[in-house]
Nanobody, 117 residues
Framework: QVQLVESGGGLVQTGGSLQLSCTAS????????MGWYRQSSGDERELVAL???????NIAHSVKGRVTISRDSARNTVSLQMNSLNPADTGIYYC???????????WGQGTQVTVSS
């Protein structure tokens, strides 16, 4: 079992920046992938960025060049630095962890990001 707790969401103006953080606890040694997804009102949950155990990242096209994902395996945290935010980035951001052997997914409770125009 893995528990994920997000922090860092909030309200920001267009062009602003936010950093989201997620801390994992439990069977963290078995986590392969950690990442961030977001869900806007009425839309499906979509990938923002993810990072593998070996440091390889996958960034969604819609945010490429504006976000950086990083991972601190010693602290079991994953962070998402978001810059040049615009209203289309508004949504609930969820932290995700994928286990190495079972490929089971775990989700955090989500943190709201609102970008005002």
């Amino acid at each position: 079992q893995v528990q994920l707790v997000e922090s860092g969401g909030g309200l920001v103006q267009t062009g602003g920046s936010l950093q989201l953080s997620c801390t994992a606890s439990g069977s963290t040694e078995s986590i392969n992938i950690m990442g961030w997804y977001r869900q806007s009102s009425g839309d499906e949950r979509e990938l923002v960025a993810l990072i593998y155990n070996n440091g390889v990242t996958n960034i969604a096209h819609s945010v490429k060049g504006r976000v950086t994902i990083s991972r601190d395996s010693a602290r079991n945290t994953v962070s998402l630095q978001m810059n040049s935010l615009n209203p289309a980035d508004t949504g609930i951001y969820y932290c995700n962890a994928v286990m190495a052997t079972t490929w089971r997914n775990y989700w955090g409770q989500g943190t709201q990001v609102t970008v005002s125009s």
